[in-house]
Structures are given as C-alpha cells and as structure tokens.
C-alpha cells in the first residue's frame, strides 16, 4: 500500500506562487504515474495534471496549462506541483493521487491512492 501526504497549500494572493509536495511512503511510487486532482466548494473534482513513471510524458488540463509544473523525484519518493501566476479559481482542495497502472496515466478513474488534501486559497 502507498500512503500519500500533501503539503506546501496555504493562503497566497493573485499572481503568487505556491509549491506543492505529496511525499509517498509504505512503498516506491518509482513505478506509479502520479497525479494532482483539486476540487473547489460546490464543484466536481478536477484532474489537472499527470507524470508518468519515468516522468517522460506529462499532462495538464487547460485550466493550469503554462502555470503549472509537475514534477517527480523517484529517489526522494516525492512528487511536486509548482503552481504560479496563481488566480482566485484556483482555490482549492488540491489532491495528490497515485496509480501503479502507468499507461493509464491519463484516466482519472485509474488513480487508487489518495492523500488527505491541502487546501490552496487564493485571494484577489
């Protein structure tokens, strides 16, 4: 079983940065894609952004296209989403979520592993 945990949320204004980090433990995500979902209040969830194993193929929703950078570090067992030029819409629960199924890395409903959730508030 993976564990995951997410930090690095908190309170930014508009045009700010945010570093998020979801540190696995339980076992090696080196052969899992990994992915960041959010979901804000009243809205469904989600899923903006994917890194396969290899971290060689990567995707992101239009929503966070150009603003967003997902990353991997296998040896640290950590996957990371850099979030800038942030805007009031992406407040957010932000969650990080793994799938040992690589080439699905683009199916939302293949990510079985969740972390708890860090909330992203981003004020105008």
């Known amino acids: 079983q993976v564990q995951l945990v997410e930090s690095g949320g908190g309170l930014v204004q508009a045009g700010g940065s945010l570093r998020l980090s979801c540190a696995a433990s339980?076992?090696?995500?080196?052969?899992?894609?990994m992915g960041w979902f959010r979901q804000a209040p009243g809205k469904e969830r989600e899923f903006i952004a994917a890194?396969?194993?290899?971290?060689?193929?990567?995707y992101y929703a239009n929503s966070v296209k150009g603003r967003f950078t997902i990353s991997r570090d296998n040896a640290q067992n950590t996957v990371y989403l850099q979030m800038n030029s942030l805007k009031p819409e992406d407040t957010a629960v932000y969650y990080c979520?793994?799938?040992?199924?690589?080439?699905?890395?683009?199916?939302?409903?293949?990510?079985?592993?969740w972390g708890q959730g860090t909330q992203v508030t981003v004020s105008s």
């Open positions: 339980g076992r090696t995500i080196r052969g899992y894609a």
């Open positions: 979520a793994g799938t040992y199924r690589d080439t699905y890395y683009l199916t939302s409903g293949e990510y079985g592993y």
């Open positions: 890194i396969r194993s290899s971290g060689g193929s990567i």
